[in-house]
């Protein structure tokens, strides 16, 4: 099932052309600042008139053929998507992105990680650009829209504008991210979390191998990137880099289809943070150590933090606080052995960074409390990342919101619990995201995309 490109794509256009949405106007600064920037009359929402913006017209057909020979490239059979960073097939999915870029006139460069970036001039270029992209690597099984719309979609709609004989005062880019999801390396948004000037991360990708010990670099020079050293400085992006960044991209959840709305409108992007746990114990055998007094019993204790995240989260009283335990491991995994070892990866978010700061804290303590409780040794608590929120920018949230009502389109104000490459770029722009629904689809071709 195609998604409805026609639509979707249009407020995504009149965005591009609302460029830099900063400025100040005291009747309609997001109308106003959108006909400066595209040169095309821009009417109020519901006027009318029609406007010259919802006739332009996207290639719905070649969109979807792109969109289908993309996720040909894949290391598990269709419809299931598999494309992991710096593999044969994530470096065959890049030169596919690559020559559409050129096909479309963009100047292509990328940098030592692989962000590839496609410009198209304006023609004021000495302006900080407005910019737009998401990611095509894909996590085992996933689905082909999963990031992809953010790209061929944003390329599609340098297209449009291209062929309406548009021209921007301020120069477009098309970024297509570098590892957004964690599956080799372990880390989210690499790409954009460097772009966002990640010292942190750049040292730690120096120790970084993957499941088959191969490091982060080798991986990435067999892939042609970070040739010439370990330097990673120059994928680091200063603030201000953009006038606006924006990213179109499938919302992964129900609630647009549900409720039958066009577009999400992305407010905020919710903190997330992840933790690593292990417990140590003595083993032993599950019928000769006799219970309660002479175990230490690594699995129960994993059982009882597990159990403890659950309440620390509810504890927060906000429908916002989430906490997952989405990992859990045994060993020796025998069922006749008291598990000497428990390893359990913790994931927990919110919109208010404090309060899931203060969820992270009581689950230190509790496993403190719970080693100590069970004499089992807490050998790691070990937090990964613990990122902050990001909150789209006010008036891009209003161009959004205007572009939608000229289409006469649906909308919905929503927070992204799920988080993106927009995530970091709001750290070096103005940022927003424009949710489409597309969950069912996603769900067809096996699991989405969820980070
Ligand atoms: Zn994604």
């Known amino acids: ?63 979807q053929r792109q969109i289908d020979e993309l996720s040909s490239f894949s290391d598990t059979p269709a419809p299931s998507v598999t494309r992991i960073l710096y593999s044969e097939k ?5 030169r596919f992105i690559k020559n559409l870029m050129g096909l479309s006139g963009l100047s292509v460069r990328e940098d030592a990680v692989g962000n590839i970036f496609g410009r198209w001039d304006g023609h004021e270029p000495e302006l900080t650009a407005v910019a737009t992209g998401s990611h095509i690597d894909a996590i085992p099984y996933s689905g082909k829209y999963d990031g992809v719309v953010g790209v061929l979609g944003a390329i599609e709609a340098i297209n449009v504008l291209r062929r309406s004989g548009f021209k921007p005062k301020r120069s477009l880019e098309v970024i297509l991210f570098t590892s957004e999801e964690p599956t080799r390396f372990g880390i989210s948004c690499l790409g954009s979390r460097l772009l966002a000037g990640s010292e942190t991360l750049a040292n730690a990708l120096k120790e970084t191998v993957d499941g088959q010990n ?4 080798d991986a990435a020079r067999s892939a042609g990137y970070a040739t010439d050293r370990e330097d990673l400085s120059s994928v680091f992006l200063k603030k201000g880099s953009y006038s606006a960044f924006v990213e179109l991209h499938i919302e992964q959840g129900p609630i647009l289809e549900e409720e039958g709305i066009s577009i999400g409108v992305v407010t905020a992007i919710a903190a997330p943070a992840s933790i690593k746990v292990d417990f140590e114990g003595n083993g032993g ?33 906000s429908i916002d606080t989430v906490g997952t335990v989405g990992i859990l491991e045994l060993h020796p995994g025998a069922i006749n052995s008291i598990p000497s070892k428990s390893h ?25 409390t719970i080693a100590k409780n069970r004499k089992v040794k807490l050998s790691e608590f070990k937090i ?22 000229e ?17 970091f770029m709001a750290r070096v722009s103005p940022m927003g995201m424009i949710f489409i629904p597309c969950y069912k689809e996603g769900k067809l071709v096996g699991t989405v995309s969820y980070i």
């Not at 191969?214 to 670099?217: A, L, N, V």
């Open 214 to 217: 191969i490091t982060f670099f």
């Open 384 to 405: 990964v990342n613990q990122d902050p929120p990001a909150l789209s920018d006010e008036p891009i949230i209003k161009a959004m919101e205007a572009a939608s009502q």
């Open 285 to 317: 055998h599950a019928g000769a150590v006799l219970m309660p007094h002479s175990r230490n019993d690594a699995g129960l204790a994993a059982a009882e933090l597990a159990l403890a995240v659950e309440k620390h989260v509810l504890e927060s009283g």
């Open 90 to 94: 994530d470096v065959l999915a890049r």
């Open 344 to 368: 359990l990866e913790i994931d927990t978010r919110d919109i208010d960074e404090t309060r899931r700061n203060n969820v992270i804290e009581k689950i230190h303590q509790s496993a403190m």
């Open 1 to 63: 099932m195609a998604l409805r490109f026609s639509y979707v794509l249009h407020p995504f256009l009149l965005l591009l052309f609302s460029s830099s949405i900063l400025a100040h106007n005291e009747e309609d600064p997001t109308i106003q600042i959108m006909e400066e920037f595209s040169g095309y009359p821009i009417h109020e929402p519901h006027s009318s008139s029609s406007s010259s913006l919802s006739s332009l017209s996207v290639d719905t057909e070649s969109l």
């Open 407 to 423: 289409l006469n389109l649906t909308h919905k104000l929503m927070i992204s619990r799920a988080y993106h490459d927009s995530l």
